[in-house]
């Protein structure tokens, strides 16, 4: 397992960050049937998270994963192949009803693009953009889909579903870019690729 896999502590450079539940791949249902796993194996925080994406382990799955053009083929590869996280906290169970922890965090999903420019263009949308709070940006295990890991503002006072609902309003009226709301729930799973060019806005330095 990796490093920042098994390191609990939730510490970087002498300060707390919240910490998010990571989960095994290659999980099988009692059928036999390759599934997500349930159990997570372990915790993250957002610095462990970049240097996961940033480092190797995921490398030989993202490249080959992008090679696979039948849809069917590729989501079974990803389930036998990629570490899954739920960024919303620390579960007992991949389920809302077994949240231990709530990070504070959120995953923005945006995928079904084209061509490598729109990635591209829609990272640095993401990477940019002083509203929605982004902490992690990195491309997806197809290559053709952005994920964003941003940070909840609770002076807004929304749960996690009416706050989701907002940025995905936002993303859609600013940008004309459709968030896939399956983020809209608290354990949703996300693959950890591979992605060299991972960007991360230093979390120990909020913004004033």
Request: charge should be positive; charged fraction near 25%.
């Given at each position: 397992?990796n490093n920042?896999?098994k390191?609990e502590?939730g510490?970087?450079?002498?300060t707390s960050?919240?910490?998010?539940?990571v989960y095994?791949c290659g999980?099988?249902n009692?059928a036999?049937?390759d599934?997500m796993?349930?159990?997570p194996?372990?915790?993250?925080?957002i610095?462990?998270l970049y240097e996961?994406?940033?480092g190797?382990?995921?490398?030989?799955?993202?490249?080959?994963?992008?090679r696979?053009?039948?849809?069917k083929?590729?989501?079974?590869f990803?389930?036998?192949?990629?570490?899954?996280?739920?960024?919303?906290?620390v579960?007992s169970?991949?389920?809302a009803?077994?949240?231990?922890?709530a990070?504070?965090?959120?995953?923005?999903?945006?995928?079904?693009l084209?061509?490598?420019?729109?990635?591209?263009?829609?990272?640095?949308?993401?990477?940019s953009?002083?509203?929605?709070?982004?902490?992690?940006?990195?491309?997806?295990p197809s290559?053709y889909?952005?994920?964003?890991?941003?940070?909840?503002?609770?002076?807004?006072?929304l749960?996690f579903?009416?706050?989701?609902?907002?940025?995905?309003?936002y993303?859609?009226?600013?940008?004309?870019?459709?968030?896939?709301?399956?983020?809209?729930?608290?354990?949703?799973?996300?693959?950890?690729?591979?992605d060299?060019?991972?960007?991360i806005?230093?979390?120990?330095?909020?913004?004033a």
């Open positions: 397992m920042a896999i390191n502590t510490t970087q450079g002498g960050l919240p910490m998010f539940s095994p999980c099988k009692r036999g049937e599934v796993a349930k159990t194996c372990g915790t993250m925080n610095m462990q996961y994406i940033k190797r382990e995921a490398a030989f799955a993202t490249q080959e994963v992008r696979i053009r039948e849809h083929e590729a989501q079974l990803k389930l036998r192949n990629f570490r899954i996280a739920t960024f919303g906290g579960f169970k991949r389920n009803n077994a949240l231990a922890t990070s504070g965090y959120m995953v923005i999903d945006i995928d079904g084209k061509t490598k420019a729109q990635v591209e263009d829609v990272r640095y949308i993401c990477i953009d002083k509203r929605i709070r982004p902490l992690v940006v990195f491309t997806s290559g889909g952005v994920k964003t890991v941003i940070e909840i503002d609770t002076t807004r006072n749960s579903k009416e706050y989701f609902a907002w940025v995905a309003m993303m859609q009226f600013e940008y004309g870019i459709e968030v896939d709301r399956s983020g809209s729930d608290i354990c949703r799973a996300c693959y950890l690729p591979h060299p060019e991972c960007w806005k230093d979390p120990l330095n909020p913004p």
